[in-house]
């Protein structure tokens, strides 16, 4: 027998002090007779049932219900109290739970002892009550923390497992659900446009999902953002414009939960409650590390998106582009470079960098690694380096240091690109540089012969200006004739001309609707100095004609026959219908020191002039080779 019965004993057995004692007792006492009527009880059994039976008619015990520890409502007659006295024996470890009038629940422990008297006669028992409310309350707070505690572990567990966004955020809901008891959660992200959109959610119509999408108490990336609880949506104004969708949906609390990446808001973890509801400093403890958990995972599956984009871009890359530590030796290998190299990642992941350079320029290696520890990065250096082949090629090198997280420098990045063709590019731009200075040299000369001759036959200044702009004109045209054709993808290179095309471009401002000149018969190309001595010729041709010969009258025309006779090319150019034919005199002009100069000199062939009665022929034969000289 406990210290406690042998007290309530002794009481029983002394009436003078019993009430004294038991009343000092600050434990819940009471007594029954054999029956089970209640002869007795404490004060502290009074405020522990709320209630103060009559004694000599309650039976068993004075609470106003009586409910099994898993609330199942239990009579009184089979309480432990019952049961002690049925079965005249003590009853130790039951539980129950006692409902006052007004409501509220008290759990307990009975602790009933039947009583006998000095000669052994059984007299009734006595119970003590132990109220063990904050027993249980600790007991259910432990629960409540090892079910926290679980939840959290299988989100965190979750979050490291999955690669998606969506599932990761379905997770967190499932874990507030059960850390919270609050089934109806919802995370919304920002998207590309700032707007806050739902990703995941639980017990939500579409219809409200509609309506409240884009609503965001905060910024993207606002820093410092803090929870936002309301505790009863229908006693609030700060959401009046969702007040009537919430009302509808059967929200009456929530809260916004703020999802942040690099201190800066992303998203909200929304919290529901179906009745009004407060959320104390451990509720949103939970939902804060829920959602920082939630940040986290977004952050590390930006990074892993990011670094899964820069790796298909450095894969997929036209260029080489390899790592290596500070010795030198390669750790990573793209595709562009096993396709500028030769060597496959497994060829050369490992090797020294060295592989790749020329013996005359191993030199550069311990020069580059040498600014690459000391933090300098390497932009555009030319350079030749050496293929799987054996093979050069002419390269444009960028090298970068790599950093650990901690800053310090572990090795390099290299960014190697194919610039041959750009080398070819560059050499056809000088040599087409050199060849228009060339030209250029050339016209200017060419330009000051045409003068220095015209003057001598100039009878006028105005007749030499005349003369020189229309022989500066012809050359421009037959120089138009041999300027580089270009395209979008290739280097442009000197065009080729033909006989006809030359003879047709210099004659063209002659020409008249009625077609009067007329080119037939073989063709050949010209190229270099023939194009500028021919379009002189043919231009001294054209002007004599359109001055004194056939074209200077309505009905004139010219023919130029065109035959090739072996090697050799004869041009005869053919006036009728002119006015009638002079011989020149004695006299040199400018086309006969043309005639000399081109024909004779430069195409080493012969030129003559035939001043028939119907008009003017012109006989030039040459070798073709000389043409196109």
């Not at 000599?56 to 004075?62: A, D, Q, R």
């Not at 992200?189 to 017990?203: I, K």
């Not at 020189?468 to 421009?476: E, F, G, I, K, Q």
């Amino acid at each position: 027998m406990t210290e406690l019965q042998s007290l309530g004993l002794l009481a029983l057995q002394s009436e003078q002090h019993a009430p004294d004692l038991l009343n000092a007792l600050a434990v819940a006492v009471y007594t029954t007779d054999t029956e089970g009527r209640i002869t007795f009880y404490n004060d502290a059994a009074a405020e522990l049932w709320g209630v103060r039976p009559e004694l000599g008619k309650s039976e068993f015990c004075g609470s106003w219900k009586l409910y099994t520890p898993d609330g199942v409502p239990m009579r009184h007659d089979q309480c432990p109290m019952a049961v002690a006295l049925r079965e005249r024996r003590t009853i130790r470890g039951a539980e129950a739970i006692a409902e006052r009038p007004d409501g509220t629940r008290v759990p307990f422990m009975p602790f009933p002892t039947p009583l006998y008297d000095r000669n052994g006669t059984f007299t009734g028992a006595v119970n003590v009550l132990v109220d063990i409310t904050e027993r249980k309350r600790a007991e259910q707070e432990r629960a409540r923390r090892a079910e926290e505690q679980s939840a959290l572990y299988r989100f965190t567990d979750r979050l490291y497992r999955t690669p998606s966004r969506e599932e990761a955020c379905q997770a967190a809901i499932e874990a507030i659900g059960i850390a919270l008891g609050c089934p109806r959660a919802a995370v919304l992200l920002f998207d590309g446009a700032g707007v806050m959109r739902f990703v995941a959610w639980r017990e939500l119509s579409e219809r409200y999902r509609q309506a409240v999408e884009g609503h965001s108490p905060w910024r993207p990336g606002e820093p410092e953002a803090q929870p936002i609880c309301i505790a009863d949506t229908e006693a609030t104004d700060a959401l009046a414009g969702l007040q009537p969708v919430l009302h509808e949906e059967g929200i009456r609390a929530l809260a916004f939960i703020p999802v942040t990446v690099d201190d800066g808001v992303v998203g909200k973890f929304m919290i529901y409650a179906d009745a009004p509801r407060g959320f104390d400093g451990r509720d949103l403890d939970i939902a804060l590390t829920i959602a920082r958990q939630l940040g986290f995972f977004l952050e590390r599956n930006r990074a892993e998106e990011a670094r899964r984009l820069l790796a298909a871009v450095v894969d997929s890359s036209d260029d080489a582009i390899l790592t290596k530590d500070l010795q030198g030796t390669i750790t990573s290998w793209n595709g562009g470079a096993e396709r500028l190299f030769g060597y496959t990642a497994e060829e050369v992941v490992g090797k020294p960098v060295t592989i790749l350079i020329p013996l005359d320029r191993q030199n550069e290696e311990p020069i580059i690694l040498a600014r690459i520890r000391s933090g300098a990065r390497i932009q555009h250096y030319e350079t030749v380096r050496q293929r799987k082949d054996g093979s050069l090629i002419d390269i444009s090198l960028t090298v970068s240091p790599v950093k650990d997280g901690h800053g310090r420098i572990v090795g390099a990045s290299k960014i190697a690109r194919d610039i041959t063709e750009r080398r070819r590019a560059l050499d056809q731009q000088q040599m087409l540089l050199r060849e228009m200075d060339h030209r250029i040299k050339n016209l200017f000369t060419l330009a000051a012969g045409v003068v220095s001759l015209s003057a001598q036959a100039a009878s006028s200044p105005e007749a030499l200006a005349a003369a020189v702009h229309d022989r500066l004109t012809a050359l421009s045209r037959a120089h138009t004739l041999t300027l580089p054709q270009r395209s979008i993808d290739a280097v442009g290179t000197a065009q080729a001309t033909t006989l006809h095309a030359l003879i047709t471009t210099i004659v063209a401002p002659y020409e008249d609707q009625q077609a009067r000149i007329t080119i037939s018969g073989a063709d050949c190309p010209v190229s270099g100095h023939a194009i500028t001595s021919l379009a002189l010729l043919f231009n001294e041709f054209a002007t004599n004609a359109a001055k004194y010969g056939s074209l200077s009258l309505p009905g004139g025309v010219v023919t130029v026959a065109c035959s090739q006779e072996g090697d050799l090319m004869r041009i005869v150019w053919t006036e009728r219908g002119g006015p009638p034919v002079l011989a020149p005199g004695v006299s040199e002009g400018f086309g006969s020191v043309l005639a000399a100069g081109t024909v004779q000199r430069q195409l080493a062939g012969e030129l003559t002039r035939d001043w028939e009665p119907d008009g003017l022929v012109i006989r030039l034969s040459a070798s073709i080779d000389r043409f196109a000289a």
